[in-house]
């Protein structure tokens, strides 16, 4: 009886390995899809469809769910009002994303549950990219300017840069240029002529290396610079391993001032143990290493310096020209498309249609003011792609590599525990006196490790978060302008690539005194 139990146990243990196993990969597979609202496509395709009421009475009813979603729905509700010239509620929406996408507390509370290791990274609370949360201090930013609030309208173009920077890091500053040109204008609208000076020469370069002659170069250059980076940390981890150790070490004697323990001694020093031939050897190598790499860097450094000559920043200086009175922000083209690749669903990865669009005349009063505003503009897909021009790295390695080792133990438990179960039967059948008792128990238990492995390894799904802002524009161009109060008739018109006009619209323009005005026009392209 005592026999029949067991086998009885791992029979059942067996049975439930299998049934788990069997799964795995097409359970990763069916929760690699987008994670969309339900009817959201629908009401994206009412947006570009220029239907605005049936977006916009989808996003406010999603909206008072308040939930993980909460920031993502502001986004786009801020995205409809902007385009609807409704720039009150377009604030507004903007402001909730922006406080939720800046607050880590605000964001924990929102959270539907703890998830690390475990679990989708869509059932986070969403808090945006580093360029969605760029694209909302732009666009807060900017609507807090157009109301006359300057020193909440900095805040928040500083914030923006913060977002595309690597502060933890300090290699790479933000590649954003039109927050920096913005957060010049406002610091010499309010006297802060040497800040203003500091945000220019910064808005220079970073357009320099985000011109198409140049985005190549800047980004192998930072590449070059996070391996160097990681070389002197090579040598300094051989040289000094006790202060790479991750065994407590004894607290030195202190004293106590206003109830905090310090150290005697400001910064920590590691005693150099002698090092071994192999070890110096190993220095050495890296220390060749970081030559080539040096030189690599000053090549590249090099042909960005010399394309310098070829790129006209004058139009940069516009934006400090506080004469010009009028920030015409213009829209066109479609959002970065995320979407999820990889095994598991572990890799996010941005496209975009490829762009019909030649040449984008603006005309004033029947007087051309730009020929083409494409150069001009901040492009939404590179910023995607980038954070300070820095390829950004979307696959969340710790979960896929999770998964893909609970899987590949339970199936090795699985056939182990097969294994012992099959040799105690075979042994029970020849030798009549064999208890096969142990055996049996011994199975179960690595039955039961292995499902333990399968049932963590189809509960993890380290698919990647393709949640993503998708009524962004595919480019936003801000250009100054000066224009006498009064009304005026503003025209666009679009060149296709082969010639033809694909766009050619009058819009009215309402220009008041004694302030910026700030104009926001969104362009569609059927």
């Not at 609030?149 to 590649?175: H, M, P, R, T, W």
């Not at 030649?358 to 505003?373: D, P």
């Not at 238990?445 to 998708?470: F, K, Q, T, Y």
């Given at each position: ?34 994670v ?21 009475n989808?996003?406010?009813?999603i909206?008072?769910k308040g ?25 507004d ?25 475990i ?6 609370a969403?808090?945006?990219?580093p360029?969605?949360?760029l ?15 300057n020193?909440n ?46 945000y ?9 290396l ?7 170069l ?18 300094d ?21 206003q109830?905090?323990?310090?150290e ?5 020093t ?20 970081i ?46 498309l ?11 990865v ?15 009063n ?35 590599q ?22 105690a039967?075979?042994m ?19 039955a ?5 492995s ?15 802002w ?27 690539r ?29």
């Amino acid at each position: 009886m005592k026999l029949l139990i067991n086998r009885y146990i791992v029979s059942l243990l067996s049975f439930s390995l299998l049934i788990f196993n069997f799964p795995l990969i097409s359970f990763a597979k069916t929760r690699k899809k987008q994670v969309r609202f339900r009817g959201g496509i629908k009401a994206e395709w009412n947006f570009y469809a220029q239907n605005y009421t049936e977006a916009i009475n989808f996003f406010e009813t999603i909206k008072q769910k308040g939930d993980k979603n909460y920031a993502l729905v502001n986004n786009q509700l801020g995205s409809i009002y902007l385009t609807t010239k409704n720039y009150k509620k377009a604030l507004d929406s903007f402001l909730e994303a922006y406080y939720l996408m800046n607050d880590v507390d605000a964001f924990k509370n929102l959270e539907s549950k703890a998830i690390s290791l475990i679990g989708a990274e869509a059932e986070k609370a969403y808090k945006g990219d580093p360029y969605e949360k760029l694209y909302n201090s732009l666009y807060t930013g900017l609507l807090l300017y157009k109301e006359g609030e300057n020193d909440n309208a900095l805040a928040a173009f500083k914030n923006g840069i913060l977002c595309d920077s690597d502060v933890k890091a300090d290699l790479y500053q933000s590649d954003a240029y039109i927050l920096y040109l913005m957060a010049s204008r406002l610091a010499l609208k309010m006297g802060k002529k040497d800040l203003s000076k500091k945000y220019f020469k910064k808005a220079s370069n970073a357009f320099y290396l985000t011109r198409p002659i140049n985005q190549r170069l800047a980004m192998k250059k930072q590449a070059q610079l996070f391996l160097l980076k990681d070389k002197k940390k090579e040598i300094d981890k051989l040289k000094n391993p006790e202060k790479y150790s991750k065994k407590k070490k004894k607290k030195k004697e202190g004293f106590i001032i206003q109830g905090k323990e310090m150290e005697d001694s400001k910064e920590k020093t590691y005693q150099e143990a002698p090092l071994s031939q192999r070890t110096l050897d190993k220095i050495e190598n890296i220390k060749n290493e970081i030559k080539k790499v040096d030189k690599n860097i000053d090549k590249l450094e090099s042909k960005l310096n010399k394309n310098k000559k070829d790129i006209d920043i004058n139009f940069l200086k516009k934006f400090i020209d506080l004469k010009n009175n009028v920030l015409l922000c213009i829209e066109f083209g479609n959002s970065p498309l995320k979407y999820a690749v990889g095994k598991y669903g572990e890799l996010a990865v941005f496209t975009i249609k490829p762009s019909g669009i030649r040449n984008i005349e603006i005309t004033v009063n029947n007087r051309k003011i730009f020929q083409s505003v494409s150069p001009l503009s901040s492009d939404v897909y590179f910023q995607a792609i980038t954070r300070g021009g820095r390829e950004m790295d979307y696959i969340l390695k710790d979960q896929a590599q999770f998964k893909q080792t609970t899987a590949e133990m339970s199936m090795a438990m699985s056939r182990v525990s097969q294994n012992v179960l099959n040799q105690a039967n075979q042994m029970a059948m020849q030798n009549p006196y064999y208890n096969p008792s142990g055996a049996y128990a011994a199975a179960g238990v690595i039955a039961l490790i292995g499902l333990c492995s399968a049932l963590a390894s189809a509960a993890s799904n380290p698919a990647a978060d393709v949640r993503h802002w998708s009524f962004l524009p595919g480019n936003l161009a801000i250009l100054p302008i000066t224009l006498n109060p009064g009304n005026h008739s503003l025209n666009v018109k679009i060149e296709s690539r082969t010639g033809d006009i694909l766009k050619d619209e009058d819009v009215k323009l309402e220009i008041k005194e004694n302030k910026d005005n700030i104009i926001f026009h969104r362009i569609f392209i059927n």
